[in-house]
Every structure is written in structure tokens, then in C-alpha cells.
């Protein structure tokens, strides 16, 4: 019942997204891990992010002792916090292709019975479905986070224009060297979705069609799921269109046709309409599926779904 093909037809399908069960214990594994992540207390400190800008900039318009000294004292423990975020993230997208890994494999075991697509039973898999949509939220939460920081490559850029030439921190190369992939990474506007994106792309050269209908199978078990059966709980309701608006970026970064054309696998518009239609408006989630698809805009895109999200 909680199946997917590889063209899926719009069956009825409910994921438990408010008490997620299972006796697998790689499952719970799983769960638990995402949970440890989810509530670390990593993105409230990176939330809280204070930068050193005002004494760097001192330190560059009054170069001296005194001046160099201050500035350093206030980069170092910022770059190392930053360093300490960068890794976190690299856990966080290899963690989420670990959970999408674990779906396709449950479906290729069915498959073996039926050769004809990947089976996927989602609703079967509520524990892993449910760790992905945790994840979404922290994806969009750790984004417009990042967004709300502009200094944090400043604060970089001084860290690895003065750190060569401190006499009190000669062990400096690990630090330097991983300063180079931050200064990447912190550069990109959505850093930890690219990254999530990265890491299934990949992985896809060998197995792109299992990928992309494992997750346009997500999708549309969430988008079934909050169409015809809406939680009581708010907030289980949000995590569900976070995991859809999840679902649609990754299928319309990976696929060469987007998420969003006539023959799409996914059922764009019933998501976009369960995201419009909710109480209260989700226009964060809006906003994330309009400034950061890749195929919105192209002449296959119905009229109808642009004109949605205007």
C-alpha cells in the first residue's frame, strides 16, 4: 500500500509522522541518530554567532601589536566554532544519504520478488521517513541561519590572512587547509542543502533512476499523507511540508528535467497546494521552493504551477 513504482500513481498513503515505530533496529539507529542531531545544541550556538568584524577591521586600519592581538583573540574561536559547524553539516548530508540508501535498499529487496520497479514501502519505513523530514527542517533551519550571518567569511578571510604570520599559533596547517573547504562551503547561499544534494549526486552515476524515484516516492507519500490524512499537531503537519518542499528541491536538482514539467513523477501541484493552503502560512517553505529550484522557470513548467507560487 505505501509502495512506489517508477511512475508512480497517487495512492492513498499515510506516513506516522507523530508516533513513528518500528522493530528494525537499524532503523532506530538511524532515528536516534538524527535525533542527536537535530537537537544539538550546535545551531542555537551558530544561531547566536557573534562576529569579530569590528576588531579586525580595527586591526586593518591601525595595523599594530595591539590592534593584531585583539583582532586574533576575537577570529580564532570563531573559525574554530566555524570549523566545529563545517563538520557538523558533512555529518548531516552524509547521515541524510544514509537514510535514502536505506530506503532503496528495503525497495530492491522487494524488487527481487518483482523485477518490474523499485518497491518501496513507506509507510513501512515511517522511522527512516520521518528522520528525513527532521532532517529537512534542520537543512532549512542551518540555511537561514547562514543567511542571517554575512560576516562569517569576513571573519574566514582574516583567519587566513594573518594565521601564517602568527608567531603563537604555529600549528596552523590542519586549521588553514580546512579553512579553504569552509570558505567554499560557507560561500554557497543554501550551503547544507548543496551539500545534501552533493552527496546523492555523488552517488547517482551508477543508480540515478533508483535515487530519483526514491524520492519522488517520498513526495508523494507525504504529499498523500498531509492531503487526506492532516495531523492534530501543528507542528507534525510542518514537519510533513518541510519534507515534501525537501523532496521537490532534491528531485529538481538531480533529475535533468526538474521536478516541475507535465510528466513529472511528482505531484507538484497537490504540494504546492497543501503549502499555499496551510494555517498558518508557510511562506518560508514557499519562498525556499521559489528562489531555490532549479527548474521553475523553464518553458516546461506549466502556467499553473508558476502561477501558484506568485
Known sequence: MGSCGSAPGFIDVFIDLENPSSSNPTERQHADEISNLVNSDLMQKFGNYRDAQAQTNAAISNPNEQTGTV?????????EFQGQVFDFASKTSQKF??????????????MAKN?????????????IVNAICEIAQLVFYFDSTKMRLPKLLGDLSYFRR???????????????????E?????ANSSPLFSQCTSAIILSTEQDKSSFLTAISGLANSLISTIKNHKFS????NIKCLSGITFAILLYDHISTNGAFHQKSPIHVRDGLYALKTFSPRQTELINIIKYS???????STPANIKDMLK
Not at 162 to 180: G, I, M, N, Q
Open 162 to 180: 594573518v594565521v601564517t604570520r602568527r608567531p603563537d599559533y604555529p600549528d596552523y596547517e590542519a586549521l588553514y587547509a580546512k579553512s579553504t
Open 115 to 127: 523485477t518490474q520497479f523499485l518497491d518501496i514501502d513507506y509507510e513501512a519505513n515511517c522511522v
Open 233 to 236: 499537531n501543528e507542528k507534525t
Open 97 to 110: 544519504k544514509e537514510l535514502l540508501d536505506f530506503l532503496i535498499a528495503s525497495g530492491k529487496s522487494q
Open 71 to 79: 583582532a586574533w583573540d576575537a577570529v580564532l574561536p570563531l573559525v
Open 182 to 186: 569552509m570558505t567554499m562551503f560557507y
Open 293 to 299: 529550484s532549479k527548474h521553475l522557470s523553464d518553458d
